[in-house]
């Protein structure tokens, strides 16, 4: 059975710091998401993987995608209260599985 | 160009009773994916519909059923609800039958089982 771990599970930065996300699967997948959520709201896409090596960035976070490692990571750089949020990823393999989510708090 | 959308937004129910809920998918799109999100969790996957059948099952029980209409909107049934039925209920669609596997989300329905 496909697992996905996320680690931290609570993330709390200062403004301006770095700091990266784990994704670790247990299966092979080539695809592999990343999504952000608000409390109370859905899920709002960030980032798709679909190949070894992937690395995709947008404004402060970049993502990348090692299948060999079966392991994304999720880097959030000089961090803003912006983007505090719970963080998902999420790997395609029978069905679409789900870390358990990061929740990322910055401070002042 | 609308997105994902679901109805209602928010639905109380009593235990035991039946509910209903309703899924449009962004235009272009063929496949609706159905999510059961308790609080504090990550989404877990129900089921995947595509041409009007149930393509993919999660660890669901058969409570939980659902269909897939002509024009690729879906309905997601639950009956003889449990308290531990209370959660967000997300419809994701996507255009699978094109190869693009990306999944856009809706807004959710907040479903309270008391």
């Known amino acids: 059975e496909l697992k996905v771990e996320q680690n931290p599970l609570f993330l709390s930065m200062q403004e301006g710091k770095n700091y990266t996300i784990y994704c670790n699967y247990s299966t092979t997948s080539d695809r592999l998401y990343w999504y952000r959520q608000d409390p109370g709201k859905s899920l709002e896409s960030l980032f798709v993987l679909l190949s070894n090596g992937a690395v995709k960035q947008e404004g402060r976070l970049m993502a990348s995608l090692d299948t060999k490692a079966r392991l994304s990571t999720l880097h959030i750089t000089a961090a803003v209260h912006d983007l505090s949020a719970t963080y998902f990823c999420?790997?395609?393999?029978?069905?679409?599985?789900f870390g358990a989510g990061t929740r990322l708090t910055v401070k002042p | 160009d609308a997105g994902v959308t679901q109805s209602p937004t928010h639905l109380i129910k009593t235990r035991g009773q039946q509910v209903t809920l309703r899924c449009s998918p962004k235009?272009?799109?063929?496949?609706v994916s159905w999510y059961q999100q308790a609080l504090g969790q990550g989404p877990q996957f129900i089921f995947q519909?595509?041409?009007?059948?149930?393509?993919q099952r999660g660890n669901f029980p058969d409570r939980f059923s659902g269909h897939q209409f002509p024009n690729y909107s879906s309905e997601l049934n639950v009956n003889a609800l449990l308290l531990g039925d209370s959660a967000l209920y997300l419809c994701?669609?996507?255009?699978?039958?094109?190869?693009?596997?990306?999944?856009?989300f809706g807004p959710g329905t907040r479903l309270t089982v008391t």
């Open positions: 999420a790997v395609e393999s029978y069905d679409m599985r």
């Open positions: 519909y595509y041409e009007e059948e149930e393509r």
């Open positions: 235009s272009g799109h063929d496949t």
């Open positions: 994701a669609s996507s255009a699978a039958g094109t190869g693009d596997a990306e999944q856009y």
